[in-house]
């Protein structure tokens, strides 16, 4: 059974960090990407930060640059999305999806997707 499923997310004050996890089974890491996104209300949702199959590319949104990282534990079967410097405009949920592709990317048309977790950043 394919399962997708994030955690970590919760309520920070502006300039803190939170570490988001998104532990996948039912397939590897090393033949899927996994892309963050978030959607804030009344908002379309948008890429935050993805990671290759095998770890081969990563990218991140503009807005996120340099605050964002994004790492892989394969071992474990979890991506992990390590957010410093929190903004309010920040605040979301997150979700994590994968697709069965090398590269990844802010397509919408990731195979699976979690149910989300909420952060949200106090000003």
């Known amino acids: 059974e394919v399962q997708v499923v994030e955690s970590g997310g919760g309520l920070v004050q502006a300039g803190g960090s939170l570490r988001l996890s998104c532990a996948v089974s039912g397939f590897t890491l090393d033949d899927y990407a996994i892309g963050w996104f978030r959607q804030a209300p009344g908002k379309e949702r948008e890429g935050v930060s993805c990671i290759g199959s095998r770890d081969v590319s990563t990218d991140y949104a503009d807005s996120v640059k340099g605050r964002f990282t994004i790492s892989s534990d394969r071992a474990k079967n979890t991506v992990y999305l390590q957010m410093n410097n929190l903004k309010p405009e920040d605040t979301a949920v997150y979700y994590c999806?994968?697709?069965?592709?090398?590269?990844?990317?802010?397509?919408?048309?990731?195979?699976?997707w979690g149910q989300g977790t909420q952060v949200t950043v106090s000003s």
């Open positions: 999806a994968a697709e069965r592709t090398a590269f990844c990317n802010f397509n919408p048309w990731y195979d699976y």
